[in-house]
């Protein structure tokens, strides 16, 4: 069983930066990809990016291509998201996932498990 819990959402303007971190606890993760999802009020969860563990590839959902940045400490188990540029559009509930698979995938039903979700709320 794995354990993933988010933390460093707030409150920020447009153009402004946050990072968001995941620590996962239970085991290691070398065939693992771990990633992020967001939903806003009345949307579908919609796919961030993902990280693939054992060698640090990564895939990000069009949206935010260029501005956010999913890394992994692989050291403390952690799984990073830079949030650069921050859009009011992107204001949602972020939640960390993670899949006992080595394939990314951009649907959540590939994900095994979830964190509680952090909210981002990005003002103009």
């Known amino acids: 069983q794995v354990q993933l819990v988010e933390s460093g959402g707030g409150l920020v303007q447009a153009g402004e930066s946050l990072r968001l971190s995941c620590a996962a606890s239970?085991?290691?993760?070398?065939?693992?990809?771990m990633g992020w999802f967001r939903q806003a009020p009345g949307k579908e969860r919609e796919f961030v990016a993902a990280?693939?563990?054992?060698?640090?590839?990564?895939y990000y959902g069009d949206s935010v291509k260029g501005r956010f940045t999913i890394s992994r400490d692989k050291a403390k188990n952690t799984v990073y998201l830079q949030m650069n540029s921050l859009k009011p559009e992107d204001t949602a509930v972020y939640y960390c996932?993670?899949?006992?698979?080595?394939?990314?995938?951009?649907?959540?039903?590939?994900?095994?498990?979830w964190g509680q979700g952090t909210q981002v709320t990005v003002s103009s």
């Open positions: 996932t993670a899949s006992r698979s080595h394939l990314a995938t951009m649907s959540s039903r590939g994900y095994d498990y």
């Open positions: 239970g085991r290691t993760f070398s065939g693992y990809t």
């Open positions: 990280v693939r563990w054992s060698d640090g590839s990564t």
